[in-house]
């Protein structure tokens, strides 16, 4: 998985103006719960046909007991189970204060703007609730003002969005850049009209009283119920415990949806990183602020050459290598780097900033632009220093190259963080340990004690339950593991799973989602798809999308509209975030197509870290690392068929490792329980009668 931009601090979208219901008294809530979910309860009339369902009940009592006595529980709920609601109605019936973290913006919208108002209506309550959003999804008044003065805005269409952004901002209430029509998601306008934790001037600002983000949080900081995602929950970790942020002490039941991500989120932000990129846009930040507060006063332009020439040599350093690698670094220099010249790039870098530190001290009575930048400079330097000394223990660093370079030290997994910074196991807090944590999600591990997930994330003692779909898979889906295949490393494979795809869109009209482990299969297999649908008459022709060629959220609304309009249904050829999340019931998707086993790369210097230290404690590191690992993955993506009672579909997954080695047998029981399509003719003859 890549390294992500920092998470920033909370802001929220919108909060709810109703007074704060008080809590029921203990034991009351499970009699709540239980009327609740009856048949005749409040939910019929929150979910359209709503029925009584004995896993949905059971995971919603399992969380009502557990905020009556504080503690940690660990549900995975299988699909179908509606874990939404079996968190939400006793979180909400308790009358405590709540957070919800999910893993997306997309849930979180979800979650926010659909299940909450449903609840809170059904159940009858006076709650306030909040949005939270990451501070970059909203605009910054002090750098709109410095964008207008920026000489080195990109072309002209940067001139006319930046005009329509600033003649939004004269209107909105909120300061969201959603709000925004037309804004493109990826516009590299965006990072000059929004702050990051890093520029933000904070107290200092001349924009300070009107600031958005401010105004929000503030608003948050009443609500009853929060939403937040999974990147926010652990930068106000990292801020709160610099005396800054209040908003989870204060709060009493946590839930994190989706919670399978919890350890890779967390991995990504309780690290350090440096970035050439970011150096850069230190730089530029530097020019503009002195070029309009202190022009003449300091050398800016040698200041900013220094440090652009600094991030270009440890570039250089590099040398040419594949986009997307990841360079092992154990020693003095990354793999295959001369250590020399890496030392000298890194000391240059470490200079340029300490050199830019102390040319902004010089100015920094003139405007708080120069505070901030100064602080930013020696958070720079201090961090080059740190990664010309030896790696930290208990973790591991690495470089990932791009166009830019990204210096990378991860902890192993977020374990030691949550029982000591996250539940606070052992210190006696009493506040702490009555506070009811619950971790959910589809899929947590493939057995009974969920060690994949309660080991890297340091719940090993919490409680542990099960809830199993209540899906009819051998009715409802089928699984065909096709034997006479190619190998997986077999340069044919990819096109053979081309020609499967193919071959089931094409009897389906589309209809189709093919699962690729890497980036490289997903092109091919997208180029083969198309070349196999040419000869067909346009109007029976399926459409291909790959991803990458369009907005992930464009791809999923245009696979979902499927054949409407008398078009030929889609064929959706994806990896990496399709395998979950991409959620299209009904019949705009009968058919996934998943081309590998997912097994962790084994050359990702965290998976190799991760794999030594188990191999160190005895343990086997496929075993009990890849196997796991593996096993998680294949339940998403296998997750993509069957999202309702009423879908039919088959899932084809294109690697004979399962039928022929001893570990498939495992991998397989992880899967939902589908009846097996032994040979291609019982796979043609499945996709026939899904068309009747």
Same mark, same amino acid.
């Not at 997306?104 to 709650?127: S, Y």
């Not at 850069?280 to 309009?292: E, I, T, V």
């Not at 192993?412 to 196991?425: M, Q, S």
């Not at 997903?522 to 070349?531: C, E, Y």
């Given at each position: ?168 901002? =004269? ?252 539940? =606070? ?23 009974? =004690? ?243």
């Amino acid at each position: 998985m890549s390294i992500v931009d920092w998470p920033e601090d909370f802001e929220a979208e919108h909060v709810s103006a109703e007074p704060r219901r008080a809590a029921p008294s203990t034991g009351h809530l499970d009699a709540e719960v239980r009327a609740a979910f009856a048949q005749d309860g409040v939910l019929s009339q929150a979910a359209e046909q709503f029925r009584e369902r004995e896993g949905q009940t059971q995971m919603a009592l399992a969380v009502a007991r557990a905020i009556d006595q504080g503690g940690v529980l660990v549900v995975e709920a299988g699909t179908g189970v509606g874990k939404t609601f079996s968190y939400l109605v006793p979180a909400l019936l308790s009358g405590e204060r709540v957070l919800l973290s999910t893993a997306t913006k997309t849930l979180q919208d979800q979650l926010f703007g659909r299940d909450l108002p449903r609840l809170v209506e059904a159940l009858g309550l006076p709650l306030r609730t909040a949005l939270l959003k990451g501070r970059a999804s909203y605009l910054c008044l002090h750098r709109l003002d410095q964008a207008r003065h920026d000489a080195s805005l990109p072309e002209r269409s940067s001139l006319r969005t930046l005009a329509k952004i600033e003649q939004w901002s =004269k209107a909105t209430r909120t300061g969201d850049l959603a709000e925004l029509p037309g804004l493109d998601e990826r516009s590299p306008l965006i990072p000059l009209v929004t702050s990051t934790r890093e520029n933000c001037l904070g107290a200092q600002c001349p924009q300070f009283k009107p600031c958005h983000v401010n105004l929000a949080r503030r608003e948050a900081m009443a609500a009853d119920v929060v939403v937040i995602n999974h990147h926010l929950f652990f930068a106000d970790l990292a801020v709160r415990e610099s005396g800054m942020a209040e908003l989870l002490p204060s709060v009493r039941v946590v839930v994190f949806d989706e919670a399978h991500q919890l350890n890779e989120t967390g991995v990504q932000f309780l690290g350090v990183q440096l970035g050439s990129g970011q150096a850069l846009d230190f730089a530029r930040d530097m020019l503009a602020a002195g070029l309009q507060h202190a022009r003449g006063l300091v050398d800016w332009q040698q200041l900013v050459a220094a440090t652009e020439r600094g991030a270009r040599e440890l570039r250089l350093a590099v040398g040419k290598q594949w986009p997307g690698a990841k360079l092992r670094w154990a020693g003095p220099a990354p793999e295959g780097v001369p250590a020399d010249a890496w030392q000298e790039a890194l000391d240059a870098l470490k200079h340029a900033f300490a050199e830019a530190a102390r040319g902004l001290d010089t100015v920094s009575e003139l405007s708080p632009d120069f505070v901030r930048l100064h602080e930013r400079a020696e958070q720079f330097a201090e961090r080059a220093a740190r990664f010309a000394k030896p790696c930290a223990p208990e973790s591991v660093r690495w470089v990932d190259v791009g166009t830019q370079l990204r210096l990378v030290e991860s902890p192993l997994d977020i374990a030691e963080a949550v029982r000591t910074r996250v539940l =606070k196991t052992g210190q006696g807090d009493a506040q702490e340990q009555g506070r009811a944590w619950v971790f959910t999600s589809a899929t947590l591990g493939d057995d009974p =004690k969920l060690r994949w997930f309660t080991e890297p994330c340091g719940l090993e003692d919490a409680e542990v339950l099960r809830v199993h779909s209540p899906f009819d898979y051998a009715r409802q889906a089928a699984l065909y593991v096709p034997r006479a295949f190619p190998k997986p490393n077999d340069p044919a494979h990819s096109a053979q799973v081309a020609r499967l795809a193919a071959q089931g869109a094409a009897v389906l009209g589309g209809r189709t989602l093919v699962l690729t482990t890497t980036l490289r299969a997903l092109r091919t297999i997208g180029d083969a798809m198309r070349q196999h649908f040419e000869p067909m008459d346009a109007a029976r022709r399926p459409e291909v999308l790959v991803q990458g060629e369009l907005p992930k959220r464009v791809l999923m609304e245009r696979f979902r509209e499927g054949a409407a309009h008398g078009r030929a249904g889609c064929v959706l050829v994806a990896s990496a975030s399709f395998w979950e999340g991409f959620d299209a019931p009904g019949d705009a998707l009968q058919l996934v197509v998943i081309d590998k086993l997912p097994f962790p790369p084994p050359n990702d210097p965290l998976v190799e870290a991760r794999s030594q230290r188990l191999e160190a404690q005895g343990r086997s590191a496929f075993g009990d690392y890849s196997l796991p690992e593996a096993a998680v993955s294949l339940k998403q993506g296998a997750g993509r068929l069957i999202r309702r009672e009423t879908d039919r579909g088959v899932l084809a997954i294109c690697d004979t490792r399962l039928a022929t080695m001893g570990y498939g047998r495992r991998l397989l029981a992880a899967l939902p329980p589908m009846r097996r399509l032994e040979d291609e003719s019982a796979f043609e003859a499945a996709l026939l009668e899904l068309t009747r």
